[in-house]
T-cell receptor, first 114, second 114 residues
Framework: LAKTTQPISMDSYEGQEVNITCSHN???????ITWYQQFPSQGPRFIIQ???TKVTNEVASLFIPADRKSSTLSLPRVSLSDTAVYYC???????????????FGKGTHLIIQP | DSGVTQTPKHLITATGQRVTLRCSPR?????VYWYQQSLDQGLQFLIQ???????AKGNILERFSAQQFPDLHSELNLSSLELGDSALYFC?????????????FGSGTQLSVL
């Protein structure tokens, strides 16, 4: 059973900032929050990972509040090529971490329009 | 290129048959994961191996089995195939040595059962 809840779909326009929120009320102390991007017929690709507060890389930012019960993936100035499914995964991924932390769920289908 | 190699890329077979999907993880990665993705489903976690041993089990059918060999490559065996087994099967790998690991996915094997 996935430990996360995300919106099924979202849409936005080129050049806008897009925020996708993931709820994970039962996050455990050792769990990390990882976001993946998937294009049709391709394997998911790592975007960003965090444990608490804010993480930023060249692609996105990840905001995690103090209670860690949710997280928000922020994509700045999206383009048409950002149209994809985005998955939030919560788990420790250590050998023995269990199936729940490896279950992706349905993800958020993001559609970017011109 | 994620460094994870899956073969074959496409496989077409008939109901009742048995097939084997192969996965070579990234160099040095000890953990291998198998996922199934059908048209109307998200990524379904099947099973994880760590250094040759089963570590986590998801929604894997009894007709399916997997193993990880001493050279760390893995095989997913699907038997008594049914039409509903048609899907994209992804393999992923990770170092398997710590918390918060990122999964690196292969490009998948598209299985069509006719």
């Amino acid at each position: 059973l996935a430990k996360t809840t995300q919106p099924i779909s979202m849409d936005s326009y080129e050049g806008q900032e897009v925020n996708i929120t993931c709820s994970h009320n039962n996050i455990a102390t050792n769990d990390y929050i990882t976001w993946y991007q998937q294009f049709p017929s391709q394997g998911p690709r790592f975007i960003i990972q965090g444990y608490k507060t804010k993480v930023t890389n060249e692609v996105a930012s990840l905001f995690i509040p103090a209670d860690r019960k949710s997280s928000t993936l922020s994509l700045p100035r999206v383009s048409l090529s950002d149209t994809a499914v985005y998955y939030c995964l919560v788990g420790d991924h250590v050998a023995g971490g269990g199936a729940d932390g490896l279950t992706f769920g349905k993800g958020t289908h993001l559609i970017i329009q011109p | 290129d994620s460094g994870v190699t899956q073969t074959p890329k496409h496989l077409i077979t008939a109901t009742g048959q048995r097939v084997t999907l192969r996965c070579s993880p990234r160099s040095g990665d000890l953990s291998v994961y198998w996922y199934q993705q059908s048209l109307d489903q998200g990524l379904q976690f099947l099973i994880q191996y760590y250094n040759g041993e089963e570590r986590a089990k998801g929604n894997i059918l009894e007709r399916f089995s997997a193993q990880q060999f001493p050279d760390l490559h893995s095989e997913l065996n699907l038997s008594s195939l049914e039409l509903g087994d048609s899907a994209l099967y992804f393999c992923a790998s990770s170092p398997g040595t710590g918390q918060g690991e990122k999964l690196f996915f292969g490009s998948g094997t598209q299985l069509s059962v006719l």
